[in-house]
């Protein structure tokens, strides 16, 4: 009996679970199909037909952001005319380096980094608004107390004068013929500071430099034989920066004898001073240059510690207090 059961069982076919001969389960799956095609075309065509109407979108319910910048017209209308053709922001139609800043005339000075294809490109696109150009060209060597320069790739340094020749440090006359296609009177300002290209810091041990009246003289005579060479460059932006304390004197000492050297020339002095600077440097340097330039910068910066741009630090005496300052 037991034998029979199970031939009887292997007699009968098995029944797939997936077995739908009447297609019943294939015609509702169709159906959403179907559905689901119809609403994926309405929608599309909706989305299409929305971005072909232009639809206005509401307004957020926040007050209008009002700007206090407008666009700068054409140069036509930025200067003035007739034969002594200048800015409308200036007065006067006198060289920029022969206003003394701080006279109303609407004078603006910007800074040139050769190696930065940023800067140059920024120049060519607002050197019709520029005045003054501070050119980043020249450092002073820590171990000769020479003036050196930089190839534009900033890769190397040569010394810019050897001898009688004199090196031009505007390679290929970039930045002069920018000037030059624009028909403006921005005028070039060397700058020279105390950066180190190769350690990339600024370099106290100029101030030993500063301190041998023997490379300080030399100094001054190579900066000399450059604008002789060079007299279309209108004077000398100074920047030496973290000297030591016992070098401070010998660079007033500096900037007394430059100011005596180049002003027979008809030469400018420009001296770049932090915000910390003492009172009565203040006052030396006002005394013996054309002018200072405040580097009120922010008291943390991309590259240092972490901290606000500027503090609130608490007033003497109370609580609350003026903005901070490095």
């Not at 053709?85 to 004078?107: A, D, W, Y």
């Not at 800067?119 to 020249?138: R, T």
């Not at 171990?143 to 190839?151: D, E, F, K, Y």
Request: proline content about 6%.
């Amino acid at each position: 009996m037991g034998s029979a059961c199970k031939d009887l069982k292997l007699a009968m076919p098995e029944r797939q679970i997936f077995l739908d001969p009447q297609r019943k389960r294939w015609r509702r799956l169709r159906r959403i199909f179907d559905v689901a095609v119809v609403i994926a075309t309405l929608v599309v065509v909706t989305f299409i037909f929305n971005l072909v109407r232009n639809q206005e979108v509401p307004e957020l319910l926040l007050p209008a952001p009002k700007h206090n910048y407008r666009a700068l017209p054409d140069r036509s209308v930025l200067m003035r005319g007739g034969k002594g053709q200048r800015p409308v922001r200036r007065r006067t139609s006198r060289r920029p380096s022969e206003i003394p800043f701080n006279s109303g005339e609407g004078l603006r000075a910007a800074y040139y980094v050769q190696d930065d294809a940023a800067s140059y490109s920024s120049f060519k696109q607002h050197v019709h608004q520029i005045d003054l150009l501070f050119a980043q060209w020249l450092h002073v060597s820590a171990s000769s107390g020479n003036l050196m320069g930089m190839t534009p790739d900033n890769l190397h340094e040569y010394q810019v004068v050897t001898n009688n020749n004199i090196r031009d440090p505007d390679d290929l006359n970039r930045i002069k013929n920018v000037i030059q296609a624009a028909k403006d009177d921005t005028e070039i300002i060397p700058h020279l500071n105390n950066y180190n290209p190769h350690t990339q810091v600024w370099d106290a041990n100029v101030g030993d430099v500063l301190k041998d009246d023997t490379k300080r003289d030399t100094l001054r005579r190579q900066i000399v034989q450059f604008f002789t060479a060079y007299p279309v460059y209108r004077g000398l932006s100074l920047d030496i920066e973290n000297l030591n304390e016992d070098a401070d004197s010998a660079y007033l000492t500096l900037i007394q004898e430059l100011y005596a050297d180049l002003h027979p020339m008809n030469l400018r002095l420009y001296v770049n001073v932090s915000a910390s600077t003492s009172e009565s440097d203040l006052k030396t340097i006002a005394a013996h240059s054309d002018g200072i330039v405040l580097m009120n910068y922010d008291e943390h910066y991309p590259g240092g510690e972490p901290g606000p741009v500027a503090s609130q630090r608490p007033a003497p005496g109370g609580e609350g207090g003026g903005r901070g300052c490095p």
